[in-house]
């Protein structure tokens, strides 16, 4: 058999669209806007922090495609060359009572990096996929030690955990959840830590408050049949919400007064997106278990993982209690050696470093979103920031034009610009960027600059 390289087809662009229309399904794909014309773009190549589609558009990437694609898409030689080694020497292999040499190598790799005691690995295939297997390891840990009442979840509001069922329980939107109640998994919902809007000018006073809020719902919910408490560093939806000073170490401690695990979703702000390889480890407090995801592999491959404390696997280690939980691609040979080629790149190219150094650069210029009328507040930290928009009185916008802003307006400008960003309502109104970590200070003028642009032409009846 000869061995030929699959090249895709050279389609024209209209041919691209009818192809679209009608057989590929999109993720999140308002599928009805086909018949009045809409084109998504159908993207060919990439390099730098910037792609292409299929009519020869350049966008400038600054989302990291959904904040995965830290190192943007100029390696691909490098990670090619690391894939065909792989799958020359070892195609596939399960992890189902047999290992292999990237999973081992990969897993005592990211227990070096981990906070202290997080010294287990167990892969997935994604983030939904790290989320559900994390509630899976904790109610097997309380199951060993007697208490397998612990079932239910205290979660955020308008948290994000993913969409397969379980995660989807966890997820704090009710819009995402309604179509498929009742939910796979019992959670209860504690404040997330918007600032904006909120009483509190001191600290410690926001982040009393919440973690009172958050014992209540804890209370209610009854300590005892509690299992875990899971939140992210960095709270995507609802605008890259950071915590006030103190707000991990009352959690850590909830936890511990309970007897509760606490597990940090870290599938959007690991590896690098916000300060070091988990930003968890910034808190001073060591959580139960890890979620990752997305920047494990930069996006040249799919992969996810839980990585758990030494606690909280030992009783997988007794004799006669299986760990009965697996899926059949987590950890694939192909996915382990691209992540191993990916924290090469990271520690080699100073990736790290780069978001350190320029994180103040970038938080200044979000800040200066904030002289808009239309912006309300701009929050976040190290690659990934937002802005929060409002009517010009100050108002949260009204249903009518919220929607006009997010899924009309915003979209098309940002096409037009040739920008990749996100504008979303899974709370207040936002925009957000989050870019490649390997972006320089001009990439991020630039992103900045068509950003500020799309708000500075927006219509101005979209904010009364």
């Not at 558009?57 to 090619?80: M, P, T, V």
């Not at 702000?269 to 968890?280: C, H, K, L, Q």
Request: net charge negative; aromatic share 8%; hydrophobic share 45%.
């Amino acid at each position: 058999m000869t061995n030929q390289l699959r090249t895709p087809p050279m389609w024209s662009h209209d041919r691209y669209q009818e192809a679209l229309h009608k057989h590929l399904l999109l993720h999140f794909g308002n599928h009805g806007k086909f018949s009045d014309g809409w084109q998504p773009p159908v993207l060919v190549r990439g390099d730098g922090v910037h792609v292409w589609d299929t009519q020869g558009r350049r966008y400038i990437d600054a989302l990291s495609s959904l904040f995965c694609a830290q190192l943007g898409y100029s390696y691909g030689d490098e990670f090619a060359a690391a894939a065909s080694a792989q799958l020359r020497r070892l195609s596939f292999n399960t992890l189902w009572s047999t290992a292999h040499v990237p999973a081992i190598e990969l897993a005592e790799r990211i227990s070096g990096i981990a906070p202290p005691g997080m010294s287990k690995v167990f892969f997935t295939g994604g983030g939904s996929e790290a989320v559900e297997s994390a509630y899976k390891l904790v109610r097997l840990y309380h199951n060993a030690r007697g208490e397998g009442r612990r079932v239910k979840v205290i979660a955020r509001r308008t948290a994000y955990h993913g969409l397969s069922l379980g995660a989807l329980a966890m997820t704090g939107i009710p819009a995402l959840k309604a179509p498929f109640d009742p939910p796979a998994i019992s959670v209860h919902h504690a404040p997330n830590t918007n600032r904006y809007r909120t009483p509190e000018v001191d600290e410690a006073a926001f982040a009393a408050r919440l973690l009172a809020e958050t014992e209540a719902v804890i209370l209610a919910a009854d300590p005892a049949q509690v299992a875990m408490l899971i939140a992210e560093p960095v709270q995507n939806a609802g605008g890259c919400l950071t915590p006030p000073a103190g707000y991990w170490q009352g959690l850590r401690a909830l936890a511990d007064r309970y007897g509760f695990l606490l597990v940090a979703d870290e599938v959007i702000t690991a590896f690098g997106r916000v300060d070091g390889y988990f930003a968890v480890a910034t808190t001073g407090i060591v959580p139960d278990l890890i979620t990752v995801a997305k920047g494990i592999t930069s996006a040249y491959a799919p992969l996810g993982a839980v990585i758990i404390n030494e606690r909280v696997a030992a009783p997988l280690y007794e004799p006669n209690r299986p760990l009965s939980h697996g899926i059949t691609f987590a950890g694939h040979p192909l996915s382990a050696s691209i992540a191993l080629t990916n924290l090469e790149i990271f520690a080699r190219d100073e990736v790290l470093a780069n978001v350190t150094k320029l994180t103040p650069y970038l938080a200044q210029k979000m800040a200066a979103l904030r002289d808009l009328p239309m912006v309300a507040d701009v929050r976040g930290d190290g690659f990934f920031w937002a802005a929060e928009l409002a009517a010009l009185s100050g108002e949260r916008l009204g249903d009518a034009n919220r929607e006009a802003l997010i899924r009309g307006y915003l979209p098309r400008k940002f096409r037009e610009l040739g920008l990749i960003a996100r504008a979303d309502d899974r709370g207040d109104a936002v925009v957000q960027i989050g870019p490649p970590l390997v972006s320089t200070a001009s990439d991020l003028d630039e992103m900045v600059a068509l950003l500020t642009q799309a708000l500075v032409e927006a219509p101005q009846e979209l904010f009364e």
